[in-house]
């Protein structure tokens, strides 16, 4: 069946009517709720490109030089600033008992003097609270307002243990807050309110969250969260709906003081998120990207999977990516900087898709300013770029697939490895292959949200509800192609296994068995004789390394080639021992069909997981052929050349863009960059849509006309170097 966007939302266990509510389980009520209904957005909120943040601390008031600060936003040419207001710590004077004011505070009013003069700039302005901690005067007058841990103990602060973890959702956040933020926007009627730490730190056990739990879904409160089981199930959609409840509250009231405003909660993400990205993307007039930069393993791209996470289901509604200065490894070294071509990189490649900048800076008073000159740099960049960075419409055709419900009731603690460690594998994979892609959630398959798409990705989403595999068939049916790998339509919704594939048809096998992992020793033949068009690349490979886990399927169906087939672990020790055991088998690892319209690709292993893991080139080279193959279409755009790079390509009202995003340097896979590394020329080839403009074809970066032959409706491009990053912008 088809089914419309709102339609398929409807069908699917996270929205319902009252009458369905009544007919649910406890699980399905808790989430399911009071319907949410989006108010308008402010008229300012797709007007800021290049936003600021300044995070006061307390003794900042009385000590840093505002002056400083209202010239260096228009240094910055910055259009927006977010400036501390309250929650922990008020830096203005607030009139609530209990709103702790900074110790210098005095009779100033820092806040206020910033918001005039960020006013008379023109800038927009967004006050930011922090409601996670508080104080002792707090707790002995309202203990109730305190956390409490699974032993029944209050929560100390863990990083500053004089101070107390309050409770998110209870009455601390419910009144004390809801009193500060109406304060706030009727004293100095600013744009909007930002609130950080506003979700709750962990699990809270204090009396109101006990009765509400019970009230909501007649469970007790779960000790440990089991997604297997009714209680632990019931808690991750009652915790979200009260959240999602909390916001409606506090947008609600500031709107009432000023109805051009609203509140703008730090929130969001990809598959491991807490909270329901598609419900927020109907809630947000706007969302901020608060991952602020690489740590540990991260690649310079997740900035870039920031943007595309988040536009998935904001979709035209502006999305900002909140970078920091400095340092965001785990030992939180809040006053440091980081290198100038770190900053640079994670920053441009969250505007490569999409992605409007936000500095922050934690303390007005400076104690390193190295960082100071290379913001305002790319912040002048930036601005003089603003009319080819107002984006319209995403021009890339293949989808990656991600899927929260699989997180939360699939993968639970090991979501990470399980779920996220898929997608990491296929994204890095599709930057080495230059793919333009997009992300797409797995609540918005209806046919219009995928009308941009000829293939989606499904890394592994093992959890997929009846009506969203129906929409996947649509999908190929109407000429869509799917790649899918490992356990994807395993499980249904609610993380609970099938006896077969919810995708079966599609996939033309069954399941029948899971051995277990991890395979040592195992590999992949590759039979060349087929000439199939996956095996690019590869002819020197008889062949290649398997990965770590696999399932035993049938077919149901014939194939028509069977390119590659399983070679069964055998013995890595002792080494004299190291032989196969098996000869060939003819259990295919690759299941490729032609279906109604479109192709469908089944990958029976964690082949895009362990390409994370290690990274192996056969494995990148086999995962961008088939996309390729299961695309089946002359791309937009192509690039040739040295190097790594990411490439988006999205058209403008009047204008169409390639952005172009230098990764090339050792540094790429374990930060931060020491420098960025040139690398060229370029090779581009855009096959021109209707309607492009091709007469005026300039390189943004370089402040140049490239050369350019064109050919028919193609044009050949060549962009001489690219040290950061380069747009070609037509139009």
Same mark, same amino acid.
């Given at each position: 069946?088809?089914?419309?966007?709102?339609?398929?939302?409807?069908?699917?266990l996270?929205?319902?009517?009252?009458?369905?509510?009544l007919?649910?389980?406890?699980?399905?009520?808790?989430?399911?709720?009071?319907?949410?209904?989006?108010?308008?957005?402010?008229?300012?909120?797709?007007?800021?490109?290049?936003?600021?943040?300044?995070?006061?601390?307390?003794?900042?008031?009385?000590?840093?030089?505002?002056?400083?600060?209202?010239?260096?936003?228009?240094?910055?040419?910055s259009?927006?600033v977010c400036?501390?207001?309250?929650?922990?710590?008020a830096?203005y004077?607030?009139?609530?008992p209990?709103? &702790?004011?900074s110790?210098?505070?005095?009779?100033?009013?820092?806040? $206020?003097?910033?918001?005039e003069?960020?006013?008379?700039?023109?800038?927009?302005?967004?006050?930011?609270?922090?409601? /996670?901690?508080?104080?002792?005067?707090?707790?002995?007058a309202h203990p109730?307002?305190?956390?409490?841990?699974?032993? $029944?103990?209050?929560?100390r /602060?863990?990083?500053?243990?004089?101070?107390?973890?309050?409770?998110?959702?209870?009455?601390?956040?419910?009144?004390?807050?809801?009193?500060?933020?109406?304060?706030i926007?009727?004293?100095? &009627?600013i744009?909007?309110?930002?609130?950080?730490r506003?979700? $709750?730190?962990?699990?809270?056990?204090?009396?109101h969250?006990?009765?509400?739990?019970?009230?909501?879904?007649?469970?007790e409160?779960?000790?440990?969260?089991? %997604?297997?089981?009714e209680?632990?199930?019931?808690?991750?959609l009652?915790?979200?709906?009260?959240?999602?409840?909390?916001?409606?509250?506090?947008? $609600?009231?500031?709107?009432k003081?000023n109805?051009?405003?609203?509140?703008?909660?730090?929130?969001?993400?990809?598959?491991?998120?807490a909270?329901?990205?598609?419900?927020?993307?109907?809630?947000a007039?706007?969302?901020?990207?608060?991952?602020?930069?690489?740590?540990?393993?991260?690649?310079?791209?997740?900035n870039?999977?920031n943007?595309?996470?988040f536009?998935?289901?904001?979709?035209?509604?502006?999305?900002?990516?909140?970078?920091?200065?400095g340092l965001?490894?785990?030992?939180r070294?809040k006053?440091?900087v980081?290198s100038?071509?770190?900053?640079?990189?994670w920053?441009?490649d969250?505007?490569?898709?999409?992605?409007? %900048?936000?500095?922050?800076?934690?303390?007005?008073?400076?104690?390193?300013?190295?960082?100071?000159?290379?913001?305002?740099?790319?912040?002048?960049?930036?601005?003089?770029?603003?009319?080819?960075?107002?984006?319209?419409e995403?021009?890339?055709?293949?989808?990656?697939?991600?899927s929260q419900?699989?997180?939360?009731?699939?993968?639970a @603690?090991?979501?990470?490895?399980k779920?996220?460690?898929?997608?990491?594998?296929?994204?890095?994979?599709?930057?080495?292959?230059?793919?333009?892609?997009?992300?797409?959630?797995?609540?918005?398959?209806?046919?219009?949200?995928?009308?941009?798409?000829?293939t989606?990705i499904?890394?592994?989403?093992?959890?997929?509800s009846?009506?969203?595999?129906?929409?996947?068939?649509?999908?190929?049916? =109407?000429?869509?192609?799917?790649?899918?790998?490992?356990?994807?339509?395993?499980?249904? @919704?609610w993380?609970?296994?099938?006896?077969?594939?919810?995708?079966s048809?599609?996939?033309?096998?069954?399941? *029948?068995t899971?051995?277990?992992? %991890?395979?040592?020793n195992?590999y992949?033949?590759?039979?060349?004789?087929?000439? &199939?068009? *996956?095996?690019r690349?590869?002819?020197?490979?008889?062949r290649?390394?398997?990965?770590?886990?696999?399932?035993?399927?049938?077919?149901?169906t014939?194939?028509?080639?069977?390119?590659?087939?399983?070679?069964?672990?055998y013995?890595?020790?002792?080494?004299?021992? *190291?032989?196969?055991?098996?000869?060939?088998?003819?259990?295919?690892?690759?299941?490729?069909?032609?279906?109604?319209?479109?192709?469908?690709a089944?990958i029976?292993?964690?082949l895009?997981?362990?390409?994370?893991?290690v990274?192996?080139i056969? &494995?990148?080279?086999?995962?961008?052929?088939?996309?390729?193959?299961?695309?089946?279409?002359?791309?937009?755009?192509t690039v040739?050349?040295? +190097?790594?790079?990411?490439?988006?390509?999205?058209?403008?009202?009047?204008?169409?863009?390639?952005?172009? *995003?230098?990764?090339?340097?050792?540094?790429?896979?374990? +930060?931060p960059?020491?420098?960025?590394?040139?690398?060229?020329?370029?090779?581009?080839?855009?096959?021109?849509?209707?309607?492009t403009?091709?007469?005026?074809?300039k390189?943004?970066?370089?402040?140049?006309?490239? =050369?350019? /032959?064109?050919s028919?409706?193609?044009?050949?491009?060549?962009?001489?170097?690219?040290?950061?990053?380069?747009?070609?912008?037509?139009?």
């Amino acid at each position: 069946m088809n089914l419309s966007r709102r339609e398929f939302i409807g069908s699917t266990l996270f929205l319902g009517t009252v009458g369905q509510m009544l007919a649910a389980s406890p699980a399905e009520r808790a989430l399911q709720g009071q319907n949410s209904f989006a108010a308008p957005s402010p008229s300012w909120v797709d007007k800021p490109m290049r936003w600021a943040q300044l995070t006061l601390v307390e003794d900042d008031p009385g000590k840093f030089d505002l002056q400083f600060w209202l010239d260096y936003f228009k240094r910055t040419r910055s259009d927006a600033v977010c400036l501390s207001g309250g929650g922990c710590v008020a830096f203005y004077p607030t009139k609530i008992p209990f709103h &702790h004011r900074s110790q210098w505070l005095g009779d100033s009013d820092p806040f $206020g003097q910033l918001v005039e003069g960020c006013r008379k700039l023109g800038i927009v302005v967004i006050a930011r609270t922090d409601p /996670h901690a508080t104080y002792d005067d707090v707790a002995a007058a309202h203990p109730d307002w305190i956390a409490v841990d699974a032993q $029944g103990n209050r929560r100390r /602060h863990w990083a500053s243990p004089e101070m107390w973890v309050t409770c998110a959702l209870g009455p601390y956040n419910f009144d004390f807050m809801t009193e500060v933020k109406k304060e706030i926007m009727s004293r100095y &009627h600013i744009d909007g309110i930002f609130i950080n730490r506003w979700d $709750g730190s962990g699990m809270c056990f204090c009396e109101h969250c006990q009765k509400n739990f019970r009230d909501a879904t007649g469970h007790e409160l779960p000790k440990k969260i089991n %997604p297997r089981d009714e209680a632990g199930r019931s808690y991750i959609l009652w915790h979200q709906q009260r959240l999602f409840d909390l916001w409606q509250l506090w947008d $609600g009231e500031v709107r009432k003081i000023n109805p051009d405003s609203c509140v703008i909660p730090n929130t969001g993400g990809g598959a491991t998120s807490a909270l329901d990205m598609q419900r927020i993307g109907e809630l947000a007039p706007i969302l901020m990207a608060d991952r602020q930069a690489r740590r540990g393993l991260a690649a310079p791209w997740a900035n870039g999977k920031n943007g595309k996470e988040f536009r998935a289901v904001m979709r035209r509604k502006p999305i900002v990516g909140i970078f920091s200065v400095g340092l965001e490894e785990p030992y939180r070294w809040k006053d440091s900087v980081q290198s100038e071509a770190e900053i640079r990189i994670w920053a441009a490649d969250g505007v490569a898709n999409g992605l409007r %900048p936000w500095f922050t800076k934690f303390g007005a008073v400076l104690r390193d300013d190295r960082w100071l000159p290379v913001v305002e740099k790319m912040y002048q960049r930036y601005a003089r770029w603003e009319p080819y960075l107002r984006n319209e419409e995403s021009l890339a055709r293949v989808g990656l697939l991600y899927s929260q419900q699989t997180a939360w009731f699939y993968g639970a @603690e090991s979501s990470r490895q399980k779920i996220e460690d898929p997608a990491l594998g296929w994204y890095q994979a599709l930057i080495e292959a230059r793919i333009p892609f997009d992300m797409v959630h797995d609540r918005l398959l209806a046919p219009e949200d995928l009308r941009q798409f000829k293939t989606l990705i499904l890394p592994n989403i093992a959890a997929l509800s009846k009506n969203q595999c129906e929409a996947l068939a649509n999908f190929v049916h =109407s000429g869509g192609s799917l790649v899918a790998t490992y356990e994807t339509s395993l499980y249904d @919704e609610w993380g609970q296994k099938r006896s077969d594939f919810g995708l079966s048809d599609l996939f033309g096998v069954s399941f *029948v068995t899971q051995p277990k992992s %991890p395979m040592q020793n195992s590999y992949l033949r590759l039979h060349h004789e087929t000439k &199939h068009p *996956v095996l690019r690349g590869l002819n020197d490979a008889p062949r290649i390394v398997n990965g770590a886990a696999h399932l035993e399927v049938k077919p149901t169906t014939s194939f028509d080639s069977t390119p590659i087939t399983l070679i069964p672990s055998y013995p890595d020790l002792p080494m004299e021992k *190291v032989f196969p055991r098996a000869g060939e088998t003819n259990d295919s690892q690759l299941y490729l069909r032609e279906f109604g319209k479109g192709r469908v690709a089944y990958i029976p292993f964690d082949l895009d997981r362990t390409f994370w893991e290690v990274l192996a080139i056969d &494995h990148s080279k086999l995962l961008r052929n088939i996309v390729q193959w299961a695309t089946n279409e002359t791309p937009v755009v192509t690039v040739e050349g040295p +190097g790594v790079l990411d490439v988006t390509v999205w058209r403008q009202k009047d204008s169409l863009t390639i952005h172009l *995003v230098n990764l090339t340097n050792p540094m790429m896979m374990k +930060g931060p960059f020491r420098e960025l590394i040139p690398i060229g020329p370029q090779k581009v080839t855009l096959n021109l849509l209707p309607g492009t403009r091709s007469k005026n074809v300039k390189l943004l970066a370089l402040d140049k006309k490239p =050369s350019v /032959h064109k050919s028919g409706n193609t044009l050949h491009i060549i962009v001489p170097e690219i040290l950061d990053h380069e747009v070609i912008a037509l139009g």
